[in-house]
């Protein structure tokens, strides 16, 4: 639900090692102003964060007949941020057979996002 | 007892002992193993399924298990050798390395070169001497990633981290992943410990950071039930102010120990500050032939610089097989001094630029780096949490001629405060 006032929200920049301290002023959403960014990468880093912030997804899946029990996978692309743990219930409901090849489509297109999951090791068969 | 002859034994599969065997038979050795404990290598990379490795090496943004099997796949391709499963019992001056495992017992190694790529542990409870009950539920970070990560356990569902160093923040961010309420991180120093980026997650799932707070007491009779929290003063004495966290779980992310067994056995000296052998820009250790990379040295915060580390382990590792390499023949020490926790290497040649690696004492903006008392450099900030690297270039290396030992210092305008 959109706040009707002003609100203040620190963010912190990732984009160098300066790691600037940001406070972003919105109001319903929409990007008012940043205050102590070093410089415009990080201005355009706050606004990113605030309308449409993404996170690199990863999780692990269950293996049926493989030498190790679980296998490590990630999304192809940076996921909407507040998709995050659903797309992690949807692949809690998997199990995968062994053998598996890294790199190898474990989901395609999850939650019909258009972005694929897919393994990031290789598992022999037990 | 069986025995082998090789060029070069890499003791420790891992990114940094990889990297070095690579190195070591691209630069021209001839019989390279790997000697590794687990059953697997990679070293801890296969469990660490979080992004953001290989951005500086590689140009690539990839999971640990990603960015490990970029090496480990050459290492059949490359004909190296390697042991899994197998420990290595001793090791000597003389480069004599005794092994032991399930197939061949007991064997002899000799080689030409040894590179020690053992990796650090994790510093646990009894450690930090925590006061309280001794209930199941309280685990390293690491221990906690494996079981999730390779095993395939949650081990909790109330959680409180102690640390927030980035293997804390990465644990309390894959516990939220997997429906955990993560209840905290408590940090004994007045900033947090970790890269920004991983300070990220305690915004992303709402988990709140207690700054200069310890933990003083664990309180459950089978399982934690809770864990007592104090507040700290600005010179970080208990203030009394006490709260009881209720969970299931705590983590433990406070700090690694270079494992550094096997370089005592050989008399390696190890440097105080960084709990791993001295080194030279080569990467030998104070006993000819044996080189050391990795966290084994000193403990890193990015793997890019481990596999930067192995290579340079490596390639010194086979050239002094070939009986090539050439040796620092003016030592110049460098010598951590005010806000410097360590540098890596210890020791350079004045000869050749070289990369240092320093790790500070505290953040501070608009530094000013001193080495010896001719090279000043200035860095927009610094941080404990990131290795602050500088050129020794051909420039700079001329202002230290004559020197056998400089003081590296770093003063600041500016602390940081967060």
């Known amino acids: 639900m959109l706040k009707d006032e002003k609100e203040q929200v620190e963010v912190i920049c990732i984009q160098c090692p300066m790691g600037c301290r940001m406070t972003v002023e919105i109001y319903k959403q929409e990007v008012l102003g940043t205050k102590n960014a070093g410089c415009n990468r990080g201005i355009e880093y706050a606004i990113g964060e605030i309308r449409s912030p993404v996170r690199d997804f990863f999780s692990t899946v269950k293996v049926k007949n493989g030498k190790t029990p679980m296998l490590s996978v990630r999304s192809t692309k940076p996921v909407p941020k507040s998709l995050l743990l659903a797309y992690a219930m949807e692949i809690s409901k998997l199990t995968v057979q062994a053998p598996i090849r890294i790199g190898s489509i474990v989901v395609k297109d999850i939650l019909n996002s258009g972005i694929d999951i897919i393994a990031t090791k290789s598992i022999e068969e037990a | ?5 090789l060029d070069v034994a890499v003791i420790g599969g891992g990114a940094a002992g990889t990297a070095a065997a690579i190195a070591a038979k691209t630069n021209g050795a001839d019989s390279v193993l790997i000697v590794e404990r687990n059953e697997e290598l990679g070293g801890i990379l296969p469990q660490c399924i979080h992004t953001g490795f290989g951005l500086h090496y590689l140009k690539e943004n990839l999971t640990g298990p990603e960015y490990i099997d970029r ?46 790529a053992m990796g650090c ?66 940090e004994v120093m ?23 707070h310890a933990a003083t007491f664990v309180h459950g009779k089978n399982r934690v039930e809770g864990v007592t929290m104090c507040k700290l003063d600005e010179n970080g004495q208990p203030t009394g102010e006490e709260e009881i966290i209720d969970c299931d779980t705590l983590i433990l992310s406070v700090g690694l120990i270079p494992e550094n067994e096997l370089s005592n056995r050989a008399g390696i000296n190890l440097d105080p500050r960084t709990g ?24 890193h915060d990015l793997v890019d610089h481990v596999t930067i580390a192995g290579e340079k382990a490596g390639a010194s590792a086979a050239k002094n097989a ?11 020490q460098l010598i951590p001094g005010k806000n410097v926790r360590y540098v890596v290497p210890q020791i350079i040649s004045g000869a050749r630029p070289v990369e240092i690696y320093a790790r500070m004492r505290e953040p501070a903006y608009d530094a000013k780096i001193t080495i010896g008392e001719h090279i000043s450099i200035r860095r927009r900030v610094v941080k404990p949490a990131e290795t602050t690297i500088i050129d020794l270039n051909e420039d700079r290396l001329k202002k230290l001629e004559g020197s056998s030992q400089v003081i590296v210092d770093m003063t600041s305008q500016e602390a940081v405060t967060c």
């Open chain 2, 190 to 212: 007045p900033y947090p410990g970790g890269l920004d980026r991983n300070l990220q997650i305690l915004k992303d799932f709402d988990i709140p950071l207690y700054l200069r």
């Open chain 2, 276 to 299: 791993g052998p001295i080194v030279d820009e080569n990467m030998e250790t104070s006993v000819e032939g044996i080189f050391a990379c990795g966290n084994v040295v000193h403990v």
């Open chain 2, 1 to 5: 007892m069986s025995e082998q002859n």
């Open chain 2, 71 to 116: 090496f480990v796949k050459r290492i059949p391709e490359l004909g190296i050798e390697h042991k899994l499963g197998t420990m290595v019992l001793d090791l000597t001056s003389r480069k004599e390395i005794l092994t032991i495992n399930r197939n061949e017992g007991v064997q002899r190694l000799r080689a030409s070169s040894v590179v020690l």
């Open chain 2, 322 to 332: 070939g009986g090539e390499l050439q040796r620092p023949v003016n030592k110049i």
């Open chain 2, 121 to 186: 542990r994790e510093r646990s409870r009894g450690a930090l001497s925590i006061p309280g009950t001794r209930p199941a539920g309280v685990f390293t970070a690491g221990t906690a990633q494996r079981l999730m990560d390779i095993e395939g356990y949650v081990p909790g569902k109330k959680i409180v981290i102690l640390g927030s160093g980035d293997i804390g923040l990465i644990m309390a961010r894959r516990f939220a992943m997997e429906g955990a309420k993560v209840k905290g991180v408590i």
